[in-house]
Every structure is written in structure tokens, then in C-alpha cells.
């Protein structure tokens, strides 16, 4: 035997299955900043590429892996911060019928990656249920009723989508080129914060560096998305809310008092419901409702008055008042349309 393949007193040769040495490798990461490939190596005594063929199945399995250089140029392994492994799940019965009923509403995001994650989640589910218990919580979830508003269909989104909930999940900042309506496309470097669903849409939310301001962008016209070697912080005191601020919608702008009279046919439908948390309600003898806030995006707002036609009367601002009587007039007078 060489000095080469002679094994240190003390120290004999790790021969274990690829779970239990993926458990090691695990516990390594856990229990520090994190280690290098080298590091990993030596500690379980098999070579880098085993080591990179075990990261990789670390990875597929859901741990949030990520990799940093060091000044010396190799790459550092770790868990995102804070992270610790979770307990198995479970579910009670009535927790799992909330789930379906969940999962129903959330046709808008089909041909997304995150529908694959859905299928992919209930199918765990399915695989752990009787058949016969499936079969009615899928029967329970039946809620889609036909609609006729329009869908939209992320199918040819979906690789910019893996590549934002990257970025997203491990906190790394990318390059962004957005084509907004009617307007020449722009490039933006950014931290994406989070996502939201709106009406059935798709919007990212984070901090644009060239704007130095939070901003939105609806996926639908963002053209391509590039993760770049860069980590960001989410600050601690973000909310989603600031994205919004007190826009009625998500257009942000220059709030207004809004006072809005309802008929009486309709008012039962405005009392039932809360439409801004400024929102105040005032009660008519003859039944009508007046609601009065404070809020922005304007455009947000007339198009859900002109649902309510013709029960509907805008009262203030004066502005907004025009701009209401005006649009109908438009509509009903121009004959914009004729060939």
C-alpha cells in the first residue's frame, strides 16, 4: 500500500449509503454559515463530484440551497438565512377540504410553474388519501362556474416565471426589460420582493435601483428577466401594502376623497361588502347609500362605478365627476366604431 491510499490512524474509510452521507452533508450546512465543496469532500471522504451530484439532489428535494464566492474565488455552500428543515405536515380533514376549495380559485395560473407545483402537491395529498375520500374533496372543490370575462394565459410566461421565483426564493437581484402599454420598452435592475394576484393577473412587486422606488410590474408585459450573482435583503419593515399605498386598485397616485351615492335597487350590495379601509357609510331615507373614502388610481375606480349603472351618482370630486359623465357621454355619442 502507497503513502497515497493510506488512511489516517483513527479515521476509517466512510462506506454509507448516498441517504445517510446526503444526511451528513445536510447536518454540515445546518450547523454553520455554511462549506465549500473541498470541505464537503474531505468531511464525508468521497470526491467534488460526488459532493456536486449530492448538492444537486439536496437541491431537487426543496432545500433552499444557495451558493456564494468567496474572495478566493470557490463557491460557498449554505441554507438561506434562518432557514430550518420542517416536520412532516399533516392535515385534518376539514383543513384539507380548505385546500381544495383554495386550489379551485386558482385557474388564473395555469400554464405557470406554480400550477405545476400545485399538481405536484396534490398529488402527495392524493397518494396519501383513500380513493374514496379523494373523490369528495375534489367533488366538494367543484366551485368554477362559467365565466365570461376573459383569462389569461401565462403558458408562454412560464420559463420567466421559473426564473422569478429563483429570484425570488433566494433573494437574488435581476435585470428586467418591461414593454408598458402603448410605450417603448424599458430596462430596469431590481429586487423582487414578492408576488401578487390581482384579478387574475400576475404582478411583481419590488425595489427598482435606476427609479430608487418601490414599483409593480404586471408579468403579462415583462419581456425577459435576467438573475444576476447578486443577493439582496428584503427590508424588515416592507409590506405589500407599500406597493399599493391607498390606491383603490394597484394604480398609486395621488389619492382623492371619492363620495359615491348608490341607488336603493343596489345599495345592499355596497353595505355588504368592504371597499377601502378609509370607506365610510352614509344611510338615505330613501334608500340609497352613500360611501365616501379616500383613494387613487382613478382609472381603477371609474371602471368599477360604471359596473353599477345605472344606480350610480358621483358626487366628489368635481374632476372625477366630469371625467364619469363625460366617458358615458363618449360612449353613447361617438361613432368611433362605424367601418
Not at 444576476?228 to 406597493?243: M, T
Amino acid at each position: 500500500m502507497t503513502d497515497k491510499t493510506k488512511k489516517k490512524p483513527g479515521k476509517p474509510a466512510k462506506k454509507y449509503s448516498q441517504a445517510a452521507r446526503l444526511h451528513d452533508v445536510i447536518r454540515i450546512l445546518e450547523s454553520r454559515y455554511g462549506a465549500t465543496v473541498d470541505e464537503l469532500a474531505e468531511e464525508c471522504g468521497v470526491t467534488r463530484r460526488t459532493i456536486y451530484r449530492d448538492l444537486d439532489a439536496i437541491r431537487d428535494a426543496g432545500y433552499p440551497l444557495i451558493s456564494d464566492p468567496e474572495d478566493d474565488g470557490r463557491m460557498l455552500y449554505s441554507f438561506i438565512t434562518g432557514y430550518k428543515k420542517l416536520p412532516p405536515i399533516t392535515f385534518s380533514l376539514e383543513e384539507l377540504m380548505t385546500l381544495y376549495l383554495c386550489r379551485g380559485q386558482l385557474g388564473f395560473l395555469s400554464g405557470t410553474p406554480f400550477q405545476d407545483d400545485l399538481d405536484a402537491i396534490f398529488g402527495r395529498i392524493r397518494s396519501s388519501l383513500p380513493p374514496r375520500s379523494v373523490a369528495h374533496l375534489e367533488r366538494i372543490a367543484e366551485t368554477a362556474t362559467p365565466k365570461f370575462q376573459g383569462e389569461r394565459d401565462y403558458a408562454a410566461k412560464k420559463e420567466l416565471l421559473k426564473e422569478l421565483r429563483r429570484a425570488l426564493l433566494y433573494q437574488y437581484r435581476i435585470d428586467l426589460s418591461y414593454t408598458p402599454a402603448r410605450r417603448d420598452t424599458e430596462t430596469y435592475r431590481f429586487d423582487p420582493y414578492t408576488l401578487l394576484f390581482y384579478e387574475g393577473a400576475l404582478y411583481l412587486g419590488g425595489y427598482a435601483h435606476n427609479r430608487d422606488a418601490l414599483r409593480l410590474f404586471l408579468i403579462d408585459r415583462i419581456e425577459q428577466v435576467t438573475v444576476l450573482n447578486e443577493r439582496f435583503e428584503v427590508p424588515e419593515d416592507f409590506s405589500a401594502d407599500d406597493l399599493t399605498r391607498t390606491s383603490f386598485g394597484l394604480i398609486d397616485e395621488e389619492h382623492q376623497t371619492i363620495k359615491v351615492r348608490f341607488g336603493a335597487e343596489i345599495s345592499h350590495l355596497i353595505r355588504e361588502r368592504t371597499w377601502h379601509p378609509s370607506q365610510k357609510l352614509e344611510e338615505k331615507v330613501d334608500g340609497s347609500l352613500i360611501l365616501t373614502f379616500a383613494a387613487s388610481g382613478e382609472k381603477e375606480i371609474l371602471a368599477w362605478l360604471y359596473s353599477y349603472l345605472p344606480h350610480v351618482q358621483v358626487l366628489e370630486p368635481e374632476g372625477l365627476r366630469k371625467v364619469f359623465y363625460q366617458s358615458l357621454r363618449d360612449g353613447l355619442l361617438k361613432d368611433s366604431f362605424k367601418q
